[in-house]
């Protein structure tokens, strides 16, 4: 089943560590819900960087390519897991994008979408450029590789301030690693540190926990980490606090891993008290409560809590069913939804069930899984999302479908309550989703509800103008 809401990517370095590679082979497992079309690892010997990438989730890229792990051996590496938001599914996107150029070898791993992307691309191809690749990541390599920007007296951070949109970057050099994040902390991006003292970074800190190590802290908006034989040395390419931080919050909503700590706290604690809050604003009678699973599951625990209805669960969620194919027809796709989904019909028939998922896009797998409920004996089905309506598009490396696909696009509650077959319908408001966060309300970014975008956007340079660029390369290729 493809998801509405695609995953951005996941990151994971180490560097002094004798087994850095068997450990982001392991980091990167624990990323896999983060992108699973590609995987890849660059390790480094403080000499020559070599990369290894392939399509498809980590056991596969690694059980294909069998013996490279033993033969990337070496104490540094960075690894990538992909999800195309810029650029399509194929080999030649997968990263960490290994180059050459004056100052020697850089291999480049990033989560996030750059908005300014097409615009760098056709500057330097009408200067000659040649791109390898379709992502916007290999832009930062031509930049890194410009003669004016090599002979700055920090490069990369000069480099960095080229940027704009979302950022978590790692670049391998044949000496160390620098691990990066955006003005705004769009994506995640943290620090941990082995009981054996290597520093290691990651999207999230499932990766730590995965490896053995521990959370130090956040890398800070605008900060450079450099990881090297000398431990971990930190510099900023902004002034701090110059710019107001614009966290993805869906990060916490859906995204990460309900065990993993980001922009400083527990993903399962948060989508707790949405749980909560949601129950305050929308009760309602029912027998039990029951999770979209699994990143509905946190909610509905909290929603139980709050209204002291019974959680139990009424879909059990097959983890052996992956990605499949984009089914043509409607039934078809609600046919992949119940392969995925199965419904626990003792649980939910002749009852009044509330059904909790995280977030709803376009809305039909949505009412595929409300099909189901009906089809297993619910007697009602009230629909409670933990995220309010999402009616604008992400330009930060979130790929949702354009504005006139979303659900709520152009839909008022009874016509979505209509569409979804349900009871009832009640989403989570904005300011009861901000009054669950830890920090304060303007430290977010929640332009998918809002509309109002922390890095201002112009559409004549936005991804879906990259993407259309790149379609019309690949129409035009030789067949
Ligand atoms: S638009 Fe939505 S998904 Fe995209 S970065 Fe902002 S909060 Fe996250």
């Given at each position: 089943m493809v998801p509405d809401k695609k995953e951005n990517c996941g990151l994971f370095g180490i560097w002094g560590d004798p087994d850095a590679v068997g450990k982001t082979y392991f980091a990167l497992h624990s990323l896999q819900h983060r992108g699973q079309e590609a995987a890849g690892i660059a390790s480094c010997d403080g000499d020559v960087v070599q990369c290894y990438t392939g399509m498809g989730t980590v056991a596969r890229v690694f059980r294909d390519g069998s013996g490279l792990l033993e033969k990337l051996q070496n104490p540094g590496a960075i690894g990538h897991v992909r999800y195309s938001?810029?650029?399509?599914?194929?080999?030649?996107?997968?990263?960490?994008f290994l180059s050459e150029y004056s100052r020697g070898q850089v291999a480049v791993a990033h989560n996030g979408n750059l908005i300014n992307a097409s615009l760098l691309r056709d500057e330097y191809e009408a200067y000659g450029s040649i791109f390898k690749?379709?992502?916007?990541?290999?832009i930062i390599v031509h930049l890194l590789a410009k003669p004016t920007h090599v002979m700055k007296p920090d490069p990369l951070g000069h480099v960095l301030n080229h940027l704009q949109g979302a950022y978590s970057l790692l670049f391998m050099f044949p000496d160390r690693i620098e691990a990066a994040r955006d003005p705004y902390g769009i994506r995640p991006l943290c620090l941990g540190r082995t009981a054996g003292g290597a520093y290691c970074v990651a999207s999230e800190t499932c990766a730590f926990e995965a490896v053995g190590a521990k959370y130090v802290r956040e890398i800070e908006p605008g900060e450079i980490v450099t990881l090297c034989d000398e431990g971990a040395k930190s510099r900023f390419f902004?002034?701090?606090?110059s710019v107001k931080p614009g966290h993805c919050i869906f990060e916490h909503i859906?995204?990460?891993?309900?065990?993993s700590t980001v922009f400083g706290e527990n993903v399962h604690n948060f989508r707790k008290r949405l749980g909560r809050q949601l129950a305050i604003e929308h009760p309602v009678e029912a027998d039990v409560v029951i999770p979209v699973p699994d990143s509905g599951t946190s909610a509905a625990v909290g929603y139980a809590d709050e209204s002291g209805i019974p959680f139990d669960m009424g879909f059990v969620r097959s983890h052996?069913?992956?990605?499949?194919f984009i089914s043509p027809t409607q039934s078809l796709r609600d046919l992949q939804v119940k392969l995925k989904l199965s419904v626990v019909a003792e649980v939910i028939h002749g009852k009044r069930v509330i059904v909790i998922d995280d977030s709803i896009v376009r809305g039909t797998t949505t009412r595929g899984k409300i099909r189901s409920l009906r089809d297993s004996g619910a007697k009602e089905i009230h629909m409670r999302v933990s995220c309010p309506p999402i009616r604008f598009p992400c330009f930060y490396g979130v790929d949702f479908p354009t504005k006139e696909e979303l659900l709520a696009n152009g839909r008022d509650m009874k016509q979505i309550k209509e569409f979804l077959e349900v009871d009832s319908i009640g989403y989570l408001s904005l300011k009861g989703l901000l009054s669950c966060?830890?920090?304060?309300?303007?430290?977010?970014?929640t332009a998918c509800w809002s509309g109002e975008y922390p890095v201002p956007i112009d559409i004549a340079v936005n991804k879906f103008v990259m993407e259309r660029y790149q379609m019309r390369l690949f129409e035009d290729a030789p067949q």
């Amino acid at each position: 089943m493809v998801p509405d809401k695609k995953e951005n990517c996941g990151l994971f370095g180490i560097w002094g560590d004798p087994d850095a590679v068997g450990k982001t082979y392991f980091a990167l497992h624990s990323l896999q819900h983060r992108g699973q079309e590609a995987a890849g690892i660059a390790s480094c010997d403080g000499d020559v960087v070599q990369c290894y990438t392939g399509m498809g989730t980590v056991a596969r890229v690694f059980r294909d390519g069998s013996g490279l792990l033993e033969k990337l051996q070496n104490p540094g590496a960075i690894g990538h897991v992909r999800y195309s938001t810029t650029g399509g599914s194929t080999s030649i996107n997968a990263q960490p994008f290994l180059s050459e150029y004056s100052r020697g070898q850089v291999a480049v791993a990033h989560n996030g979408n750059l908005i300014n992307a097409s615009l760098l691309r056709d500057e330097y191809e009408a200067y000659g450029s040649i791109f390898k690749s379709t992502t916007d990541t290999e832009i930062i390599v031509h930049l890194l590789a410009k003669p004016t920007h090599v002979m700055k007296p920090d490069p990369l951070g000069h480099v960095l301030n080229h940027l704009q949109g979302a950022y978590s970057l790692l670049f391998m050099f044949p000496d160390r690693i620098e691990a990066a994040r955006d003005p705004y902390g769009i994506r995640p991006l943290c620090l941990g540190r082995t009981a054996g003292g290597a520093y290691c970074v990651a999207s999230e800190t499932c990766a730590f926990e995965a490896v053995g190590a521990k959370y130090v802290r956040e890398i800070e908006p605008g900060e450079i980490v450099t990881l090297c034989d000398e431990g971990a040395k930190s510099r900023f390419f902004v002034k701090p606090g110059s710019v107001k931080p614009g966290h993805c919050i869906f990060e916490h909503i859906y995204f990460a891993k309900q065990s993993s700590t980001v922009f400083g706290e527990n993903v399962h604690n948060f989508r707790k008290r949405l749980g909560r809050q949601l129950a305050i604003e929308h009760p309602v009678e029912a027998d039990v409560v029951i999770p979209v699973p699994d990143s509905g599951t946190s909610a509905a625990v909290g929603y139980a809590d709050e209204s002291g209805i019974p959680f139990d669960m009424g879909f059990v969620r097959s983890h052996y069913v992956g990605r499949t194919f984009i089914s043509p027809t409607q039934s078809l796709r609600d046919l992949q939804v119940k392969l995925k989904l199965s419904v626990v019909a003792e649980v939910i028939h002749g009852k009044r069930v509330i059904v909790i998922d995280d977030s709803i896009v376009r809305g039909t797998t949505t009412r595929g899984k409300i099909r189901s409920l009906r089809d297993s004996g619910a007697k009602e089905i009230h629909m409670r999302v933990s995220c309010p309506p999402i009616r604008f598009p992400c330009f930060y490396g979130v790929d949702f479908p354009t504005k006139e696909e979303l659900l709520a696009n152009g839909r008022d509650m009874k016509q979505i309550k209509e569409f979804l077959e349900v009871d009832s319908i009640g989403y989570l408001s904005l300011k009861g989703l901000l009054s669950c966060a830890s920090l304060p309300a303007d430290h977010y970014c929640t332009a998918c509800w809002s509309g109002e975008y922390p890095v201002p956007i112009d559409i004549a340079v936005n991804k879906f103008v990259m993407e259309r660029y790149q379609m019309r390369l690949f129409e035009d290729a030789p067949q």
